[in-house]
């Protein structure tokens, strides 16, 4: 029996096999080539994500770079100068990601890597538009980092530091024809709680000691020898050295950042401090019918009080501190004196000149918590200058000063500053040798001024350059500097003159017993700025 | 007929030959991308590894902070303070020694120990110091201290990444 085939058609059967393994490998290809584009993919990410890593940790080095560049410069009064500026380097055309400009900023990178570079700037605003103005707070440092075509940008957001948070005493004085920075007067015990340094010589007198924790010789480029030694260096402490001057800004220029105005010369900075000072505004005093001697508003008044000079007459006007006098005692008897009181609200006063002999009756209290006025609590800052030609007067406080605190707080010293600006001359803190109080009594212990006290005229002459040769600084100017003099009795167990707090200035004079208590600050809105601290941190 | 049947059968065998071919290319040619890829992938592993290693050291720095970290030798010529050492969590930051880590970056006691693969050094670089007696110094607050921490293969001593950052105290 014939089998029956099916009948096929072998013409439509050619090829098949061809198309079929055609078809196969078409589908085998994108099924692997898929799989390849997602695994290279991946490994692409991979790869981006370790460059995106070391790109942040080099963004970061470079805000870190900033902060440094920001406290080198902390006596530059050019803006310019003062930080890294948003404005793209001349021949730089990278671009970052999303922008259509080439990446702004001084360009780094870390010593010892070569792996990458980063691009830093300082600016008034986020988006890094306005470059800092030296005084702005907060402002902004971003930062680029960039690893082999992988960005990663970060942007912190600061506020300055203060000067006055450094250095129980720091004396940067070093000119020609005047090397010497500190002057201790024979037989002075001089006590310093804090890190100390100098840029120039020390001279000590006869039994004079000056004792320090932590000392710092400064601009050893200009001296290898006279400056402090490890007899200066308390038990258990040290003593370094730095080959580069430390430079702080002069007080003209501090208060040119303060008051907004970086752009004008020392004359009209000045002027305009006179003219825009509280001295009329700002002095407090007791009311005739105060309750009790409180510093509240209800108990106080705004005081008679005008002009520049702060001397012992100022208080001629100034109403007396309740309890402070009893008629009811036989004045032979037990004479005590009415005490009358000025209060010095949150400000800026400017004094021509500074004469305060030591009065029972006088009383001075700096009220930075506005308790008389019942105000906004705020700095106290007082600017001594005069306009005259030469400053033809030292200036002199002989006079205890009070300060007022929050309730159940210390007293901050960040809350009263003194600026002496008087070149060659000098701002004189002195406990008296024998001083009684309203009550007759013989005083003891010492005189305490809680503040921090700058006298800045001249910058130190002398530079390391970028290959560490020691070379002349542009301050070659006839200038002296000011000095600030602790003046404290004759031996420290009768009575020190104390500044809790720190001093700045180009040189500093110890006669008698004196102390300085370094106590650093948080508030330093208006203080001369020495770097920033950072506030916030973002990755952009 | 015959002739023309026996061509048609012919023609498939060459088709199949042609197709094997083709399927034998496209196969090869995949196993060898996917072998590239492998070789990527754990070339990526690796320096994913060294990457942890690098991180975690710079933040351990950070956390230290630029005060607490060590100090090396002083060179007047450069001005700059060197230390050269590594993170050990037993010792701390140790001068001249190097750190050990197996392949998924766990710290090892010693380079033989089981497993070795990543070794790790830290180098510090100090600008602006205070200069102390001989070639000692100490930090300031405005001295930039430059952390580069770099990564390499135990095996044959070649990097495998670097890792560098700047900190500071703040202020001058």
């Known amino acids: 029996m014939k089998q029956l085939r099916p009948k096929i058609n072998r013409r439509r059967e050619g090829g098949i096999a061809l198309v079929t393994a055609l078809m196969i490998s078409l589908a085998t290809a994108m099924v692997l080539g898929a799989s390849l584009a997602v ?12 460059r995106s890593e070391t ?89 680029s980092g960039y690893v082999n075509k992988t960005w990663s940008r970060i942007q912190v957001t600061c506020k300055s530091s203060s000067l006055f948070n450094l250095f129980a005493s720091g004396s940067q004085g070093s000119y020609s024809g005047d090397t010497v920075g500190v002057v201790a007067n024979p037989g002075a015990g001089v006590v310093i709680n804090g890190p100390t340094t100098i840029n120039g010589q020390v001279t000590t007198g006869t039994g004079a000691t000056v004792t320090s924790p932590q000392v710092i010789n400064a601009n050893t480029c200009t001296y290898s020898s006279g400056q402090y030694t490890n007899t200066n260096v308390a038990s258990g402490g040290k003593l370094v050295t730095k080959k580069t001057p430390y430079v702080y800004p002069t007080c003209a220029n501090v208060y040119k950042q303060s008051c907004g105005h970086p752009e004008e010369d020392d004359d009209h900075a000045w002027a305009r401090c006179k003219s825009s ?13 105060a309750n009790d001697d409180t510093i509240k508003s209800s108990n106080c008044q705004r005081a008679t009080f005008s002009g520049n000079t702060l001397n012992n007459s100022c208080w001629n006007n100034a109403k007396t501190r309740p309890g402070t006098y009893d008629s009811n005692w036989w004045w032979w008897w037990n004479p005590t004196v009415s005490v009358q009181t000025l209060i010095f609200e949150p400000g800026d006063y400017y004094f021509s000149s500074v004469q305060l002999a030591y009065d029972a009756s006088c009383e001075m209290v700096v009220d930075p ?126 009575g020190c003159a104390k500044i809790t707090g720190s001093c700045l200035s180009d040189k500093m004079i110890f006669d008698g017993g004196c102390t300085l208590n370094f106590q650093a600050s948080a508030y330093c809105d208006k203080d001369p700025s020495c770097g920033a601290q950072i506030t916030g941190w973002c990755r952009k | ?21 083709i399927l034998t290319v496209a196969i090869v040619a995949m196993f060898q991308s996917w072998s590239t890829c492998f070789a990527q992938n754990k070339k990526l592993i690796e320096f994913t590894q060294a990457e942890e290693i690098d991180k975690s050291v710079l933040e351990i720095a950070k956390v230290f902070g630029p005060m607490n970290l060590p100090t090396g030798t002083y060179s007047s010529s450069t001005q700059l303070g060197t230390w050269t050492g590594a993170y050990i969590p037993a010792t701390g930051w140790t001068a001249s020694a190097t750190a050990y880590y197996d392949f998924t970056g766990t710290q090892l006691a010693a380079s033989n120990s089981t ?42 001593s070649s990097v495998v990444l670097a890792m560098a950052t700047n900190i500071i105290v703040g202020g001058a």
């Open chain 1, 39 to 50: 695994v290279l993919t991946s490994n692409s990410l991979g790869w981006s994500q370790v």
């Open chain 1, 55 to 143: 790109a942040l940790q080099l963004a970061d080095a470079g805000v870190n770079s900033e902060l440094q560049y920001l406290s080198q410069n902390v006596a530059q009064v050019n803006i310019t100068l003062k930080s890294s500026q948003p404005v793209a380097a001349v021949g730089v055309t990278l671009k970052y990601p999303g922008e259509n400009y080439a990446v702004k900023g001084r360009q780094g990178t870390v010593p010892g890597f070569d792996g990458g570079v980063f691009w830093v700037y300082s600016s008034n605003d986020a988006a890094g538009t306005v470059a800092w103005d030296g005084v702005s707070t907060p402002y902004y440092i971003t930062s």
């Open chain 1, 277 to 289: 000072c509280n001295n009329s505004t700002g002095v407090y005093t007791y009311r005739s019918d």
């Open chain 1, 369 to 494: 918590q506005a308790f008389a006025s019942g105000g906004t609590p705020g700095q106290v800052r007082f600017w001594v200058h005069d306009l005259a030609a030469n400053h033809p007067t030292d200036d002199s406080i002989a006079l205890p000063i009070s300060n007022t605190c929050a309730n159940g707080q210390a007293v901050d010293p960040g809350m009263f500053r003194i600026y002496c600006g008087k070149d060659n001359k000098e701002c004189r803190f002195t406990r008296p040798n024998s001083c009684k109080d309203w009550q007759g009594n013989t005083i003891s212990g010492d005189f305490e001024f809680k503040c921090g006290v700058y006298a800045c005229t001249k910058q130190p002459n002398t530079v390391v350059n970028s290959s560490g040769a020691c070379q002349q600084q542009a301050d070659d100017s006839t200038k002296h500097g000011c000095k600030i003099h602790l003046y404290g009795c004759s031996t420290r167990s009768k």
């Open chain 2, 1 to 21: 007929m015959k002739t023309r049947r026996r061509s048609k059968r012919g023609f498939t065998l060459v088709e199949a030959i042609i197709a094997s071919l």
């Open chain 2, 115 to 156: 497993g070795v693969y990543f070794k790790a050094t830290v180098i510090i670089t100090d600008a602006g110091v205070q200069v102390g007696t001989g070639t000692t110094y100490s930090i300031e607050n405005s001295t930039l201290r430059s952390i580069v921490v770099t990564t390499s293969r135990v095996r044959d």
